[in-house]
Structures are given as C-alpha cells and as structure tokens.
C-alpha cells in the first residue's frame, strides 16, 4: 500500500510540472486527469495534500466546476 501511494503521489508531482502541455482546448487528457482526481478526492484526499501539487488541484478546481462533472460527482 506504501508504494502504491508513493506511486501515486510521485505521479501527481510529475503532472504538476508539465500542466502547462495539457492546454486549453478540450481534449481525452482533461477529462482523463479530472476524472482521476476527482477519484482521488472522494477516496484518497490525503494523497492531494501529501503530493504538494498547488497548480493542479487549482486546475482541477475550475475544471471541477464544469457541468458534467457536477453531473457525474459520486454522492
């Protein structure tokens, strides 16, 4: 479980410094990467703040916001 979490957190950190590639038109990354945060925030919140990733959690935040994914946020 250790390394699996470790895995996970490294992970976060690696998309924290390449966020700016993800770009602004829509695409299968974005929805990729929000719906995997999303998981994790509703089962692992302890990882986002372990991983220190300010810039993706703010990205997610305004992606969180959109529509759809209010529609399919897990009750």
Do not use: K, N, V
């Amino acid at each position: 479980m250790t390394r699996w979490e470790t895995e996970i957190t490294r992970t976060l950190q690696h998309i924290e410094t390449c966020l700016d590639s993800l770009g602004e038109d829509l695409t299968l990354a974005h929805l990729a990467l929000g719906a995997a945060i999303g998981y994790l925030e509703f089962r692992l919140p302890h990882l986002l703040q372990a991983a220190a990733c300010p810039q993706t959690l703010a990205w997610y935040a305004s992606f969180h916001e959109r529509p759809a994914m209010q529609a399919t946020q897990p009750a």
